[in-house]
């Protein structure tokens, strides 16, 4: 007897050394603590997949992400479980293994939480589920490869998986042009460099290592987007890359900075034009002598159009300069109204335009041709239409559209934002006339003023549709600041338009900006007073809320402490990072307090990687945490 249970212990021994290393990209084990603070992004993908399966892998994917970042791994699971139940026959061969993938993920990321009898059985379950993804794929998804790799290279050596996740692992390397999103390769490289790390391959280890972007094997958080911050460069939206739209006439620039570079050479191959001047004199150098060594005999440049008067499209003026001390520049004749904001701006955005941004660059900036109506301008026998448009992002906004190229250069018109963060700007009702306008040009190719634009509203026909959308979120918003709603009750309405169900296309784009669409509207709607909330009557300051914790409540350093680190097992960052902040004010000497408020911010880069990125470069800031740009060629 005593035999017996001598190896039933050492059988349980075993189950639990083979299992510990469970923890599916990234996340610390815990078990589900119901957050005390609304998730606005959950909710509504919670919302949109309830009511029917999701036509945009981008949605499904997200809601997994979300789930695995709020560390509510045992409802994720229950969600998919009930949505592959609920929509078995309507799931095509597409949906239901994207379907399955994200099940198979949050099971693994729960495994640790399993109670040990079970355990080995519950993974062996989740391969199934996996394998049976990879089945209905015929083995040729990418969310699904990336997800079986991702899995299967964390399994212990027992479950024989090991050679299957190296053989993922670098076909998804190999067929990256089939990725969703370039940033799923961060966790590929990693984990391949723990595969070798794990077989001694140092070199490989480190080489892989360094490729993910992650300083060690021992990395707080999981990143997936393809944005990249990085302190003195700022903020990135894509690996470095250079498209030809029209063959050998518009050329696109993505990730030398924040900002997209656009050239076009003129008909008659003598000039070279361009859309906006980047927001450094660096950056602008990189996109101008990469172009250069990219493409044969190109035109001196001659010419540029501006799309609008921001810091970040300007403040590549002087070397633009240097490039030709002729260069005539077409711009807004209110040009200037947008320019004295953003040199006079109290703030300096170094969170998304890196420490290496000065103002200085934009002092200089000043155009030479004033547009004030829409005016056709012919460069080298190439015609463009300036067509200025009545708002948007900024006042001094202007479409350059080519009709014979039918490309139509979009500049931040419709950014998420509707202006920068830290500017009073934006114009709704000017938004919905400026899309109106872009609709009707029909053009085949849009190009914004950044990457992550183009992503999401890569057409007219989608511009169209997120009018709609946009249109009924505005008229319920103004409803209830009418009715006395505080800006914190109007997001907890999860406002959702009924027909933004019938089109998928669309549902993403709605998400990421829903949220400062909201915030635009409620700040020109209302005055310096908020009787719903009182917000603005008082000027309380974080000394004095620190003063709440520790005089009024007699909070203890270590009670504090105690209390976010609770608040970050729920998910809930945002009020962490407060509550630390506050309790810093208190205890400032405190390495425990500032750790955890750095901790926070980390988690927020992880939730706001994808769908807010001037949230990711802003708490990349505040956490000092960089996430360095992909280099696709290797």
């Known amino acids: 007897m005593a035999m017996r249970r001598r190896y039933l212990w050492v059988g349980l021994i075993i189950i639990l050394i083979i299992t510990s290393s469970l923890v599916v990209i990234g996340l610390t084990p815990t078990h589900d603590s119901p957050s005390q603070t609304y998730n606005a992004e959950l909710e509504y993908l919670k919302a949109i997949h309830g009511a029917g399966p999701a036509g945009d892998p981008r949605i499904t994917f997200s809601l997994m992400a979300q789930y695995l970042n709020a560390h509510q791994l045992e409802a994720g699971i229950e969600f998919f479980e009930s949505l592959i139940e609920k929509y078995e026959s309507q799931l095509s061969s597409t949906q239901k293994p994207l379907y399955l993938s994200a099940l198979g993920i949050l099971r693994a990321s729960y495994a640790d939480q399993v ?71 961060r966790e590929v490289y990693y984990q391949l460099a723990v595969l070798h790390h794990q077989r001694d391959n140092e070199p490989e280890a480190q080489k892989y290592l360094t490729l993910s972007g992650y300083n060690s094997f021992d990395k707080e958080v999981t990143i997936i987007t393809p944005w990249a911050v990085v302190a003195q460069k700022g903020v990135t939206f894509h690996p470095r890359r250079l ?140 015609r463009f239409k300036l067509i200025p448009i009545p708002g948007g992002e900024t006042p001094d906004g202007m479409f350059i559209f080519m009709p014979e190229q039918e490309v139509l250069f979009a500049g931040d ?87 933004l169900f019938e089109y998928p296309e669309v549902q993403f784009p709605y998400l990421l900006t829903r949220e400062f669409f909201i915030n635009r509207v409620y700040d020109h709607q209302t005055g310096i007073w908020r009787p719903a909330d009182l917000e603005g009557l008082d000027h309380l300051s974080q000394q004095e809320y620190g003063a709440l914790l520790t005089h009024y409540l007699k909070r203890s350093e270590s009670d504090l402490k105690r209390a976010i680190k609770k608040m970050l097992q729920s998910g809930d960052y945002e009020l962490a990072a407060k509550t630390a902040g506050w309790a810093l004010t208190q205890y400032r000497d405190s390495r425990g307090l500032a750790q955890l408020r750095k901790r926070a911010f980390t988690k927020l880069v992880e939730k706001y990687q994808i769908i807010n990125p001037f949230k990711l470069g802003l708490y990349s800031h505040k956490a000092e945490y960089e996430t360095p740009q992909l280099d696709m060629a290797k």
């Open 243 to 382: 498209r030809e739209i029209i063959p050998g006439k518009v050329y696109n620039l993505s990730g030398f900075e924040f900002t997209e570079y656009n050239f076009i050479v003129s008909e008659d191959g003598t000039q070279l034009i361009s859309i906006d001047m980047g927001t450094r004199p660096d950056s602008a150098q990189d996109a101008y002598e990469y172009l250069k060594a990219q493409v044969a005999n190109l035109p001196p440049l001659t010419t540029v159009f501006m799309t609008h008067s921001h810091w970040d499209h300007i403040g590549g003026y002087n070397y633009f300069q240097e490039i030709n001390p002729n260069l005539e520049i077409y711009a807004r004749a209110n040009y200037h109204e947008e320019w004295e904001r953003v040199v006079h701006s109290p703030d300096n955005p170094i969170y998304m335009f890196g420490t290496d941004f000065k103002k200085e660059f934009l002092v200089d900036y000043k155009p030479d041709v004033m547009i004030r109506d829409c005016t056709e301008v012919v460069v080298g026998g190439t």
């Open 413 to 499: 018109f419709i950014m998420p934002m509707l202006g920068d963060p830290i500017q009073e700007e934006g114009n709704i009702p000017g938004l919905f006339e400026a899309i109106d306008v872009a609709v009707s040009l029909q053009p085949k190719h849009i190009l914004h003023g950044h990457e992550g634009l183009t992503w999401i509203y890569p057409s007219a026909d989608v511009l169209a549709k997120i009018k709609v959308q946009f249109e009924w979120l505005y008229e319920q918003t103004v409803k209830a600041i009418r009715s006395g709603m505080a800006r914190a009750a109007i997001h907890h309405l999860n406002l959702i338009p009924p027909s």
């Open 115 to 185: 109670p040990l009898l079970k355990r080995i059985g519950w993974v062996n379950e989740t391969v199934d589920i996996l394998e049976n993804a990879r089945e209905i794929s015929n083995n040729g998804d990418y969310a699904v490869r990336w997800a079986t790799g991702i899995v299967y290279a964390q399994l212990p050596k027992w479950f024989g998986k090991r050679e299957v996740a190296f053989e993922d692992l670098t076909w998804l390397i190999e067929n990256s042009e089939q990725a969703p999103t370039p940033g799923l390769l």
